[in-house]
């Protein structure tokens, strides 16, 4: 009675018009139908429950009746309902006349005849073939190759290193308008620069054959570089140029520079080494500048 | 207090085979005119509230052995009977393939095609405004209008806070006083 009160103060507070209006339902309910409600829905309840029923036990033994009916075999003939032993098992569908009588030939044809064919004697020619090649490599190695390797290995290993392999380059720089800017010796020394660099990278390796200094591999280039005599020096260096003369289209790396570029270049160059350079190789056509 | 007493002595007796569908039938008697007019005032027609009530208490069958008593029994099905209603009214909509719009006006023609209609009366415009409404806020205001359910036990039977249900219950009011002052 309290709950009912407050609703109706807090709907007249909302809305006086709507609080004043009757809480009957003006629906009409057909006579009697409370009353049979609980049958009805007790009805339902009943023949849902009645629609599919299972005798007690069923699942319990389920999985028993169907392992001894596996292991007995397929169905026997004598549990089927007698109703079978009445109809016959002659199926009921009918067939043109004549219509296996047809088909069965053609069938025959088409097992007898592969869709695909091979041309005669393929099999006895191909495998002649594979004989041949079976015996024959297709790669040779020359007489007694195998038995020399090792020892041509342990004479190349035991040679002394005399000189690191150089990558070969153009000895001219050449000027964008094609005009030559430097040739000659410059290069072959920068070319010595290089091998010394590489032999000072190769020696500086932690286990190459170095002397240890405070747990620091060195390598003593200048010494080493003392003990080659200029002769061999100038020798290795003609055999240089003329690799480094050979044209620019055999040439495994070229370098075309501009003017900015060479200028650039030079411009590391400490002017006392130009003027070094200059007394000992300063011939006219050693070098031509702007 | 009686009643919630009344309740759980029927549940006790639901629980036992012997006893079960006498208390069952009971239930239905209790419960039966309080949920059919909610139903009713959602889906207009008798015989949808009808097909709609028996479906109810079929789910209450299957579902009460599992009731687990943390919340009134009869808060428990008008949860149940709120919720077939709403799939109802989602199936009418999906079969008819209207908008909710047009169902809304559908379920207002079902209204003036009752047979005891009269357009004169107040409690007639008043449900032609509560079908004007969306489901949420109908739900709500038969609720609290006609049922005189408390926002507490609503809150249960909507899964809804009592705020929301208070501003949904306002907004409703004032678009029935409004229905019906310019109609």
Not at chain 1, 11 to 24: E, F, H, N, P, T
Not at chain 1, 66 to 72: G, N, S, T
Not at chain 1, 128 to 141: E, G, M, N
Not at chain 1, 192 to 199: G, H, M, N, S, T
Request: one cysteine or more.
């Amino acid at each position: 009675m309290e709950e009912r009160n407050e609703i109706s103060v807090e709907l007249s507070a909302l809305s006086a018009l709507v609080g004043g209006i009757s809480r009957q339902t003006p629906y009409g309910v057909p006579v009697g139908y409370f009353g049979d409600l609980p049958a009805k829905v007790m009805s339902r309840i009943a023949s849902q429950s009645t629609t599919f029923q299972v005798p007690d036990g069923y699942f319990d033994g389920f999985a028993t009746q169907v392992l001894a009916r596996i292991k007995a075999g397929s169905v026997a003939e004598e549990e089927l309902p007698p109703v079978f032993s009445r109809i016959s098992r002659v199926m009921p569908y009918q067939v043109p006349e004549g219509y296996f009588e047809e088909l069965s030939p053609v069938l025959a044809v088409l097992r007898d005849k592969p869709v695909y064919t091979v041309p005669q004697g393929y099999f006895d020619e191909l495998s002649s073939v594979l004989t041949v090649a079976q015996d024959r490599s297709t790669y040779q190695v020359p007489d007694g190759y195998f038995a020399e390797l090792p020892k041509r290995i342990l004479e190349t290993v035991a040679a002394p290193v005399t000189a690191a392999k150089v990558i070969p380059m153009r000895h001219e720089l050449m000027r964008s308008d094609g005009g030559k800017v430097l040739k000659g010796h410059w290069w072959k020394y920068s070319s010595v620069a290089a091998i010394a660099a590489c032999l000072l990278l190769i020696f500086s390796w932690p286990q190459a054959d170095t002397k240890n200094t405070g747990g620091v591999m060195t390598l003593d280039v200048a010494q080493a570089l003392q003990k080659v005599s200029d002769r061999e020096m100038q020798a290795y260096l003609d055999d240089q140029h003329s690799i480094l003369a050979e044209p620019a289209n055999t040439s495994t790396a070229t370098l075309d520079m501009n003017e900015g570029e060479v200028k650039s270049l030079l411009g590391e160059v400490s002017d006392d080494d130009l003027q070094q350079y200059m007394e000992e190789h300063g011939k006219a056509d050693d070098l031509a500048t702007n | 207090m009686g009643v919630t007493i009344q309740d759980t002595e029927l549940l006790l007796q639901f629980r036992d085979p012997a006893t079960r569908e006498k208390a069952f039938t009971a239930i239905i008697k209790k419960y039966q005119e309080k949920l059919y007019w909610h139903i009713r005032r959602m889906v207009v027609e008798h015989e949808d509230a009808n097909d709609v009530l028996q479906n109810v208490f079929i789910r209450v069958w299957n579902g009460l052995e599992n009731f687990r008593e943390d919340s009134q029994l009869y808060t428990w099905l008008y949860r149940i009977a709120t919720n077939e209603c709403l799939s109802f009214l989602e199936q009418q909509k999906r079969k008819s393939s209207v908008s909710l719009d047009e169902t809304e006006s559908g379920l207002s023609n079902k209204v003036i095609a009752d047979k005891y209609f009269d357009p004169n009366k107040l409690e007639w415009k008043l449900q032609l405004a509560i079908q004007q409404l969306p489901e949420k806020q109908r739900v709500v205001f038969t609720l609290r209008y006609y049922d005189e359910m408390p926002y507490e036990e609503m809150s249960r039977v909507l899964d809804t806070s009592e705020g929301a249900l208070k501003a949904s219950y306002h907004h409703a009011v004032k678009k029935i006083e409004d229905y019906i002052l310019n109609r």
